[in-house]
């Protein structure tokens, strides 16, 4: 079977983020961010929320361009899907197709979300491919799920050798390299519960 | 609104002229409708699911629809936030059981008086319109009395045979839902999270089985005219919060926003009647 020709920057349907077009060549960095729920009570509840940079299907062309959509990930357990089609779902298996159609001039996003809840230990980038088909070309596209703890409250300490970090403190005051679950800390101004 | 909507609107808002030296006569007994029932299958981290919710919103922006539909949204799932484990969460254990029980696997998702199975939410009017056309075969009284300070619920469900035999094998289920919770939503299309969404007739508790009642296990009347009825009686308090957010007053629930929904459905877990009213029940 030949392979289908790649869409190119100029092809109907683009991929964007942020407003730019997205090259097949970078992976595309999807970023969860940790948000602290205050409960009013000294406690702090922290969700993890994916999405930001949330990356967009744009048909460029004049007419509606019709998709078909697939996700190849090894990480499926850890991610769920609610683009191109109005329901939302945990991948039920490594691979996934889902078709749809964007009418003229218009974006639908991917909305693919990892699930980083499980706390540091998930932390890891989850790596999906995702393969655009539409007017007989195809494109694969490389995306990074990542957990990224800037995005919440922005860098507060630099180190010596100028990388950025979030420097962790007990109720002491006291600088901490390793949290254990249960115990309440503060990190960028914030106090957080160690799940 | 779809075509098949607009007819049927029509066909329930038909009436008789009534001369004028003929009005205000007898009273004339209520007639009972059908009522439908809609179970949407929801979650706070789900994006598309204000999409159902929009649409049940404006269909009930009819009167007609607003009177003889009844949605109630049940959180459950991977795409809900566990009301167990964290305080805002409006998922609660039965919303998780219903959820198993349907097979839920992608939100949101419906069901339409239990006829036909789970549906996306774009199959939801044409289906809400064909159950309105039939005629009840039960109706259902509720007479709900809640007493704020106690925070005791006292209930009476009456279920009534419109058509004879209709009871048989039938089952009553009983819930209390809540509306007007401000909390967490992702919004579709790209939207992002709203923190103070208004959730409306959330499912927050169960009060009988999961599937309802035995209805033959319930004491039976039988009118004069032969019409059977049963009824199903309960004393419940109602808590300060659903889950974890009892222990925080932020996300308390508010029983003046919560009410009770009854139906009863058939030997094939078809619902063939549901009505509502609020905590404190209806004037007379």
């Avoid at chain 2, 038909?14 to 205000?24: G, H």
């Amino acid at each position: 079977m030949m392979a289908a020709a790649a869409f190119g920057a100029n092809a109907q349907v683009v991929l964007t983020q942020n407003g730019n077009v997205c090259s097949p060549d970078e992976p595309v960095v999807i970023k969860a961010v940790e948000e602290a729920i205050d409960l009013g009570d000294g406690q702090y509840f922290y969700i993890v929320e994916c999405g930001m940079g949330d990356p967009k299907l744009l048909n460029q062309g004049s007419s509606t361009a019709n998709i078909k959509v697939t996700l190849d990930t090894e990480d499926y357990k850890n991610i769920q899907w609610c683009g191109i089609t109005e329901q939302c779902m945990p991948m039920p298996s490594k691979t996934e197709m889902r078709q749809g159609s964007i009418a003229a001039g218009k974006t639908i996003p991917i909305e693919v979300h990892g699930s980083f809840a499980g706390g540091p230990e998930s932390y890891a980038t989850y790596v999906v491919k995702m393969t655009v088909e539409t007017g007989g070309k195809s494109e694969v596209y490389t995306l990074h799920l990542v957990y990224d703890e800037t995005c919440t409250a922005g860098i507060s300490h630099v180190t010596a050798d100028g990388t950025a970090s979030h420097v962790v403190y007990d109720l002491s005051g006291r600088i901490v390299n390793h949290t254990v679950p249960g115990h309440v800390y503060i990190r960028d101004g914030k106090k957080f519960l160690q799940r | 609104m779809s075509l098949m909507a607009a007819f049927a609107l029509t066909a329930l808002t038909a009436c008789d002229t009534v001369e004028e030296n003929e009005r205000w006569g007898e009273k004339v007994p209520v007639e009972f409708r059908k009522k439908v029932l809609v179970e949407d299958f929801t979650g706070q981290n789900c994006p598309n699911c204000p999409l159902a919710t929009n649409l049940l919103k404006n269909l009930m922006t009819s009167p007609i629809i607003a009177e003889h539909v009844i949605p109630v949204s049940i959180h459950g799932g991977s795409m809900a936030f566990d009301g167990e484990k964290i305080p805002f969460g409006l998922a609660t254990k039965a919303g998780a059981e219903y959820n198993a029980k349907w097979n839920v696997a992608a939100w949101p998702s419906g069901l339409v008086d239990r006829k036909g199975g789970l549906q996306e939410y774009t199959a939801w009017t044409n289906s809400i319109v064909d159950r309105l056309a039939l005629t009840p075969q039960v109706n259902i009284d509720i007479r709900s009395s809640y007493n704020a300070e106690t925070r005791r619920l006292d209930l009476n469900v009456n279920a009534i045979e419109a058509v004879a035999g209709a009871l048989e094998d039938a089952h009553l289920t009983v819930w209390i839902v809540e509306s007007g919770i401000v909390s967490r939503q992702q919004l579709p299309n790209g939207g992002g999270l709203d923190a103070n969404y208004e959730h409306n007739h959330v499912l927050r508790d169960c009060l009988t089985e999961l599937m309802g009642d035995a209805v033959d296990a319930l004491p039976v009347a039988v009118a004069e005219d032969g019409v059977r009825s049963v009824a199903w009686s309960k004393t419940y308090e109602v808590p300060l919060g659903y889950g974890l957010a009892a222990k925080y007053p932020a996300y308390y629930c508010k029983p003046e926003n919560m009410g009770v929904v009854a139906f009863v459905t058939d030997k094939d877990g078809v619902v063939m009647q549901v009505e509502e009213t609020p905590l404190s029940g209806t004037e007379e």
